[in-house]
C-alpha cells in the first residue's frame, strides 16, 4: 500500500483550489467561502470524506483488511447448464483436490437454504432444481483462494445434472405466462374519474376518440452495475455462536437477516460491518446476500475465517443487473401532440427468482407518466420469470425503463406529425394547479419542468443548434447530426413505506471531537461527506472535529438499504436529530453555567456564544463532561406522509420529485454505425445543495453510466444454451473518459425543495440517470435524418453501431434517402 497522502492536503487551499478548476463545472468559491465564514456547512462543496485516501490507494476495502490467521478461502461450483435438474456432486473428489478443505452443497447449510430478499424463492446453493446457467451449485472451500478456484472450476465434471429446454426472454417467458410475482395493472381514467379495472374501457375509448393514433414495440437492454469492487465477504466466526461479518453491501441489516437464518441462529449472533464499498449501483442491495451467507456457513462449520471474493466473469454468471424490458403501446393524440389516451404493456426478464423484480416494475409504471400528464391511462406490467441470473436494482430501479417508454413514444407522435420533439413534450407537460395528478393519484406538488426546461433550452441553445443540425445533414450525406432535449421527473422515498426510516448516533468525546455513525453505507456517493456536513452544521464546529465509521449493524439496528436515493435525506435527518439533542443539552449546561438562556446560546465557526463570552467548543464540551452530560444520542427520522396500497396502486409513494433535464448532440456515420457524442447540457435539480462539488458529480457520473446503458452497454444470452456471453469487460463495453462530451456543460438548477427535506436539499444519485435519453434520443434524432425524417427509426436499446446500422437499414429500405 502506497503512503497515505497527508490527510491536510486536500485541506490545503492550493490542493483545493486546483481540484475545482479541474471540476467541468465551476461551484461558485465567493458565495461558498461567504457561507463557510459565516458559519455554515452545508452548502458547502467539500471533498469526498476518503479522496485522500482514495487517490493514494490507502482507503481499505474488505479485501484489504488483513487476514487473520487460518483464514480460509471459499470458491462456487457454478451450473454447466441453464434449466434441468442437480442429480449429484461428486463431493469426495473434490475434496480429495489439492489444499481443499471442505466442500458445501445445499444440504450442509444449517439453517434455510434461501437469501431471497423479500420473496423467499432464492436458494443459496442449488437444492434439485437448476435455474440458470452459473447458478452456484456446490462451495470450495481452500486453504488459499486458487487451489479453491481451481477446485470450483472443475463443476462440468464434478457435477452431474440433468439438462432442461431454458427460457430465456421476457417475451417468452410472457407468452407462457411464468412470472415471478403476480402482473401489475395500474389503469387510470381522468375523464371518468375512475381507476383499476373499471377505468380500463374508459382508456380504450380514449385512444379510440382521439383525432390521431399509433402503436409501436420498444425493446429495451439490461446493464451490469459493474461496481469496481466485485463482490466480497469475510466471515469471522465469533465466541458463543455469534458470527462477524465484513461484507460489500448496501444492506447490511438484510445481509444480518439472511445470515442468521441460514445458520439458524437470531440477528443478535450475527454482525456485519461496511466501512466503504468500491461501488454498489443496486447490485449489493440484495445480491451481495448469496456471498455474505456461504462464507458464513463455511466460517461456521469450519470455526475458521472465511473469505469470498468472486471472480469478476463469476459475478457477471451469477448475480443478477438491470432488467431488460420490453413494451408493446398504443395511444391516441391530437394535432399538438398532447397524449389523449394510452396503453401499454411493459415486460421484464426477472430472472429466476423474485429479488426486487415487484417493487422494480412498480416503479417503472410510477415512471412511466415521467413529466407528463397523461389523463388516460392503462399500464400492465409482467416480470417475466427466465432461466437466467436474477435481476435486480441498478440506478432507477424500474424508473428509466418506465420512463424511457413514454420518451419514446413522443418521440414518435414529434416524428409522426412532423414536430419537433421538444415541442410535444412541452405540450405534455404536467400542469401546477391542474393537470397535475399521477396516474397513482399523487398530486405533484412541486413541479418544475417547465421552467427548467425553458432555461436549459435558453441556455443550450437548442433552437438555433437544432436548425444547424437540419442544415448540416442536407450537404452531408454519410455523416448526420442529431439533437434531443429530454426532461426527467424521478420520485423520490422507497415505493415500499416502512423502507423509509433511519437512525443515527452521534458521539462527542471529551476533546470536543465527534464521532457519527448511521444506518446508510458509503458506496462513492459521498453520503458520509454529506452526513459529517450536517452533523458539522448542526453543532457549528469545523469539519476536521467530525470522523464518520464503518456502517454496523451493533450500532444502529434494523436499518434500510442505502438505495433509492435517499441515503442522504434519510440519514442526514438522523444524525441531525441526534446532534440537535446534544447541542440542546450542551446549551443548557453553558447557559448554567455561564448565564443566559439555553436558547439563546450559539453553536457557529468551532465556537460558543453564552452568556457574553466565546468560548471554544471543545472547552464546552469538557464543562459539560464535568457536569454529568450525555454526551452521545441516536437520532430517528422517518419519511413524513407517505402512503401506498398495493393492490389498487395508488397513494402517495414519493415524498417529492427531483427533477431535471439534457441536450446532447450526436453525429453518426452511417456507413459504419459509429457514432459520437458531441456536446451534453444538462441542468439539474438538487433543491438546495449539501455539497455542489459532489452534487455534480453525482450527476456526470449518472449521465455517463446512463449513456452506457444505451449505447454500448449490450448484453447476450446464448439462445440455446443461455449462456451469459458477455460476462467480462472483454466483450462487454461500458464508458471510458474517451467517451465523456468534449464539451460537457453541467449546472445545477437553483431552487429548494418545497418539502421539509435536510436543509432543502433534494436526492441525487439515480435521477440524473435518466438524463442520457437524450444521447438515445439524439441518435434515433441522427438515424432519422438519414431517411429524410419520413420514417420512425426502429432503433433498440443499446443503441450499438450494430443496432445503429439496423435501424438505417430499415428507414433507408422504407424509401428515406440519404442526404435528404
Ligand atoms: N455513486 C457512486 N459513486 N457509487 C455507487 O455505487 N450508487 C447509486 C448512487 N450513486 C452509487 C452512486 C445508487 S443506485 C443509489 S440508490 C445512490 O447512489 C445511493 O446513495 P444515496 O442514497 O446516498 O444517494
Ligand atoms: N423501492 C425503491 C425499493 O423504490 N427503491 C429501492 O431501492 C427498493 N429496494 C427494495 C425494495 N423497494
Ligand atoms: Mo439504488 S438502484 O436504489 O441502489
Not at 204 to 226: D, M, N, T
Request: glycine fraction near 10%; aromatic fraction near 6%; charge should be neutral.
Amino acid at each position: 500500500m502506497n503512503k497515505p497522502l497527508s490527510p491536510d492536503l486536500l485541506q490545503s487551499a492550493e490542493a483545493f483550489a486546483d481540484y475545482r478548476r479541474n471540476q467541468s463545472v465551476r461551484v461558485d468559491d465567493a458565495a461558498e467561502a461567504k457561507a463557510h465564514a459565516g458559519g455554515a456547512r452545508v452548502g458547502i462543496s467539500r471533498p469526498h470524506e476518503s479522496a485522500a485516501l482514495h487517490v493514494a490507494g490507502a482507503a481499505p476495502y474488505i479485501d484489504d483488511l488483513p487476514e487473520l490467521a487460518g483464514t480460509l478461502h471459499a470458491a462456487l461450483g457454478l451450473s454447466p447448464v441453464a434449466a434441468g435438474r442437480l442429480l449429484g456432486v461428486d463431493v469426495a473428489a473434490l475434496r480429495a483436490l489439492p489444499d481443499v478443505v471442505d466442500v458445501l452443497v445445499a444440504a450442509d447449510v444449517p439453517g434455510s437454504n434461501d437469501c431471497g430478499s423479500i420473496v423467499h424463492d432464492d436458494p443459496i446453493l442449488c437444492a434439485g432444481e437448476i435455474r440458470f446457467m452459473g447458478q452456484p451449485l456446490f462451495a470450495v472451500i481452500a486453504r488459499n483462494r486458487q487451489a479453491a478456484r481451481r477446485a470450483a472450476a472443475r463443476a462440468r465434471d464434478m457435477v452431474r445434472v440433468e439438462a432442461g429446454t431454458p427460457v430465456l426472454t421476457q417475451r417468452e417467458a410472457h407468452a407462457q405466462g411464468r412470472y415471478v410475482v403476480p402482473p401489475m395493472h395500474l389503469v387510470r381514467s381522468a375523464g371518468t374519474n375512475t381507476h383499476g379495472a373499471a377505468a380500463q374501457p374508459a382508456v380504450q375509448a380514449a385512444i379510440a376518440a382521439a383525432p390521431h393514433r399509433l402503436k409501436g414495440s420498444l425493446e429495451v437492454g439490461g446493464q451490469e452495475q459493474f461496481y469496481l469492487e466485485g463482490q466480497i465477504s469475510y466471515a469471522i466466526p465469533r465466541e458463543g455462536g455469534g458470527m462477524h461479518v465484513h461484507c460489500s453491501t448496501q444492506h447490511p441489516s438484510e445481509m444480518q437477516h439472511l445470515v442468521a437464518h441460514a445458520l439458524g441462529v437470531r440477528s443478535h449472533a450475527v454482525q456485519v460491518e461496511c466501512r466503504r464499498m468500491g461501488g454498489g449501483f443496486g447490485g449489493k442491495e440484495s445480491q451481495s446476500g448469496l456471498f455474505a451467507c456461504v462464507a458464513a456457513i463455511a466460517a461456521r462449520r469450519l470455526g475458521r475465517p472465511v473469505k469470498l471474493r468472486l471472480d469478476r466473469d463469476d459475478d457477471f454468471m451469477i448475480t443478477g443487473r438491470r432488467h431488460c424490458f420490453s413494451y408493446d403501446w398504443e395511444v391516441g393524440y391530437d394535432d399538438a401532440g398532447r397524449v389523449l389516451g394510452a396503453k401499454i404493456d411493459m415486460i421484464s426478464r426477472a430472472g429466476h427468482s423474485a429479488d426486487l423484480s415487484g417493487p422494480v416494475m412498480t416503479r417503472a409504471l410510477c415512471h412511466f407518466d415521467n413529466a407528463y400528464w397523461l389523463p388516460e391511462v392503462a399500464m400492465h406490467g409482467y416480470s417475466g420469470k427466465t432461466n437466467t441470473q436474477s435481476n435486480t436494482a441498478f440506478r432507477g430501479f424500474g424508473g428509466p425503463q418506465g420512463a424511457i417508454a413514454i420518451e419514446s413514444i413522443l418521440d414518435s407522435i414529434a416524428r409522426e406529425r412532423g414536430l419537433d420533439a421538444l415541442d410535444v413534450r412541452q405540450a405534455n407537460f404536467y400542469g401546477t394547479a391542474q393537470n397535475n395528478v399521477t396516474p397513482y393519484l399523487q398530486t405533484v406538488q412541486d413541479n418544475i419542468a417547465a421552467p427548467l426546461v425553458e432555461q436549459l433550452a435558453a441556455s443550450s441553445d437548442y433552437r438555433a443548434r437544432r436548425a444547424a443540425a437540419a442544415a448540416f445533414n442536407a450537404g452531408s450525406p454519410v455523416l448526420k447530426r442529431g439533437i434531443a432535449l429530454t426532461p426527467v421527473k424521478f420520485g423520490i422515498s422507497f415505493n415500499v413505506k416502512h423502507f423509509n426510516q433511519a437512525g443515527a448516533l452521534v458521539h462527542v468525546y471529551t476533546d470536543g471531537s465527534i464521532l457519527v455513525n448511521h444506518g446508510g453505507t458509503e458506496m462513492g456517493q459521498g453520503l458520509n461527506t454529506k452526513v459529517a456536513q450536517v452533523v458539522a452544521h448542526e453543532l457549528g464546529v469545523a469539519f476536521d472535529r467530525v470522523r464518520v465509521t464503518a456502517t454496523d449493524t451493533t450500532k444502529v439496528a434494523n436499518t434500510s438499504a442505502t438505495a433509492a436515493s435517499t441515503g442522504a435525506d434519510l440519514n442526514g435527518k438522523a444524525a441531525q436529530d441526534a446532534a440537535r439533542q446534544i447541542r440542546e443539552r450542551l446549551a443548557a449546561c453553558a447557559a448554567a453555567r455561564h448565564g443566559g438562556t439555553a436558547s439563546e446560546v450559539r453553536f457557529a465557526n468551532d465556537k460558543v456564544q453564552v452568556g457574553g463570552r466565546e468560548l471554544g467548543f471543545d472547552v464546552v464540551v469538557g464543562e459539560a463532561y464535568l457536569d454529568q452530560v450525555q454526551l452521545w444520542s441516536d437520532g430517528f427520522y422517518a419519511t413524513p406522509g407517505l402512503s401506498w396500497d398495493r393492490d389498487t396502486m395508488t397513494g402517495r409513494p414519493f415524498y417529492y420529485f427531483a427533477y431535471g433535464a439534457a441536450v446532447s448532440e450526436v453525429i453518426i456515420d452511417t456507413l459504419t454505425g459509429e457514432w459520437k457524442l458531441l456536446r451534453a447540457d444538462v441542468l439539474h435539480d438538487v433543491g438546495r445543495s449539501l455539497n455542489p462539488a459532489v452534487d455534480i458529480g453525482q450527476v456526470e457520473g449518472a449521465f455517463i453510466q446512463g449513456m452506457g446503458w444505451l449505447t454500448t452497454e449490450e448484453l447476450v444470452w446464448h439462445p440455446q444454451s443461455g449462456k451469459l456471453m458477455t460476462h467480462a469487460p472483454s466483450t462487454y463495453k461500458i464508458p471510458t473518459a474517451n467517451d465523456c462530451p468534449p464539451v460537457f456543460n453541467v449546472r445545477l438548477y437553483e431552487g429548494d425543495n418545497v418539502e421539509d427535506s435536510i436543509h432543502r436539499s433534494k436526492a441525487v444519485g439515480e435521477p440524473p440517470l435518466l438524463l442520457p435519453f437524450s444521447v438515445f434520443f439524439a441518435i434515433r434524432d441522427a438515424v432519422s435524418a438519414a431517411g429524410g425524417h419520413r420514417v420512425d427509426p426502429p432503433l433498440a436499446a443499446p443503441a450499438t453501431s450494430e443496432s445503429i446500422l439496423r435501424a438505417l437499414g430499415a428507414v433507408q429500405a422504407s424509401g428515406g434517402r440519404a442526404g435528404a
